[in-house]
């Protein structure tokens, strides 16, 4: 009788595998189930994205935003489903570049991978300048004011130190990266679900009944429901992405097509559950619920808020849990970026593709690819007044690269994939979830355009005004300045504006300019390199790539 698989047997054999995909094992296979499930999990988040984004879905929507999360986790499922089967037969970093290029065409891979990989710049640079904004409120420094090094403000300064300090982890060996990444998922977990109890047992001042009122704001004029639940919305959209990250560290996950698999399921499925229990709590911790979204509207932080009013100093405990798992976000995200680049420098679908491809011999990891993500994040935050819009575009680009994959997919089904079983596996379903993935993805992007365009006027005017209060002016916001931005709205660093730029939104102007340089690129490097040998190598599992 056999006896029970060493860890070494079984890198042996995900490494077989890898070279049957005609792909060389160099990166170090060290990760386990929880390292992988907990990358994912820290790609998305939830405490990163319910601190900043809350507001957004209490400023629109009142209380009943927290509807949108689950709606929001259950369309997500689709995609991590299908996500699921398709790391179990490609556990190879780049997650959605390869699973695309290998089962629709070269063509829809690359330019998946590509805007995938500048979506991914854009969200480091976005949670990297996240920090500062969590520092400011520990320690009560303002974000414009000099920093210790007085040619930069602290935003920038405390940004660009992050982006140092994640580079070097991310390039000093994935080990030390798991490590860090357990610890912070591991405290960001517990103090949510400790928060949420003490909120929900102790501090409880509003009834269950208050998650279906919008507080009136859909009766602004022009106002309707429809318009105010799909812009609150956002702030769940905004969150719950990141999960395929599970299987772009599967070069360096052992047993990785069933732990890559199990890492992309976990991520969002706690994610979901861990988030419906503090968003429950947080809404129900209000004491001033009008107050509340007075305060969102002014671009308030209502977590903090209610957290350190109902705990005073005991809540800022709580920030400190924000801090760490704001940093391990940006590592994580960046990390995956890494590999994106690393894998498509691989390929060569990516300019000076064999710096990029190239592995440190001493950390087995692509040392390279990291300091390159580091350095690209950083250039925002040297050039806008407000890098953290750079999210709203990065998000929708995101969206955009999973509706490519899953498409690519739906048309390997149609041609008869899967030809052979893998850990795990959809059978009848793949293709009904395939399909239920490309419709809430359409449906999604839509959402992000849709509030840049006056063609849906019948949704509403789109806008909700802010009363006047003490010495402030009533203002009005379009709900697009919340979700869309138009280009020329934005400011450069030290507030210049760039009203002369043409008025586009945000989302369409940044994947507009992605996909023509990606289009010059791929021309100009010549289509047909690498296409026979490819598909040969696919050929070795049964795998053979539809182009």
């Not at 070494?8 to 296979?29: V, Y």
């Not at 790391?87 to 089962?103: C, D, E, M, N, T």
């Not at 400011?136 to 920038?156: D, E, H, Q, R, T």
Request: with cysteine; hydrophobic share 55%.
């Amino acid at each position: 009788m056999a006896g029970p698989t060493s860890a070494a047997d079984q890198a042996a054999r995900d490494d077989a595998h890898l070279q049957s995909l005609g792909i060389k094992p160099e990166l170090k296979r060290s990760l386990g189930f929880l390292s992988n499930f907990a990358v994912a999990f820290s790609y998305i988040s939830v405490s990163t994205g319910t601190y900043t984004l809350i507001g957004l879905g209490l400023a629109v929507g009142g209380p009943s935003f927290f509807w949108s999360w689950p709606l929001i986790i259950v369309g997500q499922l689709f995609v991590a489903l299908n996500f699921a089967e398709l790391a179990s037969h490609f556990p190879v970093a780049g997650s959605i570049y390869q699973w695309s290029k290998r089962l629709s065409n070269r063509t829809l891979g690359f330019f998946t991978g590509w805007i995938y990989f500048w979506a991914g710049v854009l969200t480091v640079t976005a949670v990297a300048a996240t920090v500062p904004l969590v520092l400011s409120s520990i320690f009560g420094f303002a974000l414009s004011a000099p920093s210790p090094i007085p040619a930069v403000n602290n935003l920038i300064f405390w940004a660009i130190l992050t982006l140092i300090s994640t580079t070097v982890i991310n390039a000093f060996g994935v080990r030390l990266l798991s490590v860090i990444n357990n610890l912070g998922v591991a405290a960001e977990i517990v103090g949510m679900l400790v928060f949420a109890l003490i909120l929900l047992i102790f501090f409880n001042h509003q009834p269950l009944s208050v998650l279906t009122t919008t507080a009136g704001l859909e009766n602004q004029p022009g106002g309707s429901f429809p318009a105010v639940f799909l812009v609150a919305m956002f702030m769940s959209l905004f969150v719950v992405y990141g999960f395929d990250t599970a299987g772009t560290f599967a070069e360096e996950t052992v047993d990785a097509s069933r732990q890559a698999p199990r890492g992309i399921l976990s991520a969002i499925l706690l994610s979901g559950a861990v988030g419906a229990v503090f968003l429950l709590a947080i809404i129900l911790s209000f004491k001033d619920l009008p107050g509340e979204i007075a305060g969102a509207q002014a671009f308030g932080l209502p977590i903090g808020d209610t957290i350190i009013a109902n705990m005073q100093d005991f809540g800022r405990v709580y920030l400190a849990v924000i801090l760490f798992a704001v940093y391990v976000c940006t590592m994580a995200i960046q990390g995956a970026t890494t590999r994106l680049m690393f894998s498509m420098g691989r390929d060569r679908r990516m300019p000076l593709g064999g710096v990029w491809a190239h592995v440190n011999l001493r950390f087995k990891t692509p040392a390279n690819a990291a300091v390159a993500v580091g350095v690209l994040a950083a250039i925002p935050l040297i050039v806008s007044d407000s890098p953290a819009t750079l999210a709203v575009g990065a998000t929708g680009l995101i969206y955009t690269s999973y509706f490519l994959c899953n498409l690519g997919v739906l048309t390997a089904r149609a041609k008869g994939w899967p030809h052979k079983g893998a850990w795990f596996k959809l059978g009848a379903w793949g293709t009904i979830i395939n399909v239920l993935a490309l419709v809430w993805g359409g449906a999604m992007i839509i959402n992000f355009a849709l509030w840049s365009s006056s063609m849906f006027g019948a949704l509403g005017s789109m806008s909700y005004t802010i009363p006047a209060s003490g010495s402030a002016a009533a203002a009005t916001y379009n709900f697009r300045d919340l979700t869309n931005p138009l280009l020329n709205t934005l400011t450069f660093l030290g507030g210049k504006s760039v009203s002369w730029l043409p008025p586009i939104p945000l989302f369409e102007f940044t994947l507009g300019l992605i996909v023509v340089t990606g289009a010059i690129y791929y021309i100009a490097s010549g289509r047909g390199r690498l296409e026979a040998a490819a598909a040969e190598a696919d050929a070795a599992t049964g795998e053979v790539a539809i182009a």
